[in-house]
């Protein structure tokens, strides 16, 4: 029986066989297939660098996107909280007559519900 590096081994030069023979490398010569398999590393490393330095960027972004789409922005409601209970302090301080005081008094309820 062979041993696992020897299996291992085998199987790598398979690999290496069939790609050769679908990609029609095993016709080139040592030079083109040198500047073949240069060109194929150097796109897949630079694929490789741009995925691990871009795609966790990417994704955080896309996340974002999604949840503010599902959620809305929560900062701008609490901005517009603020601004509305401002607003209903003013009207009741400013408030002279009971039909202001009502209407006061209804959007403080409003405020409460945001």
Known sequence: MASPIESFSKWLQLKIYQFEVTMAVYIFTPI??????????LLFSLTFIATVLYLP????FIISRAW?????????L??????????????????????????????TGVVREL
């Open 32 to 41: 083109e297939k040198f500047i073949f398999y240069s060109v194929l590393f």
């Open 57 to 60: 960027q990417h994704l955080q």
């Open 68 to 76: 503010f789409y599902m959620h809305g922005d929560c900062h701008d």
């Open 78 to 107: 609490e901005l517009v909280k603020e601004g509305a209970e401002s607003l209903v302090r003013t009207a009741i301080g400013t408030a002279t007559g009971t039909a202001a005081r009502a209407a006061a008094e209804t959007a």
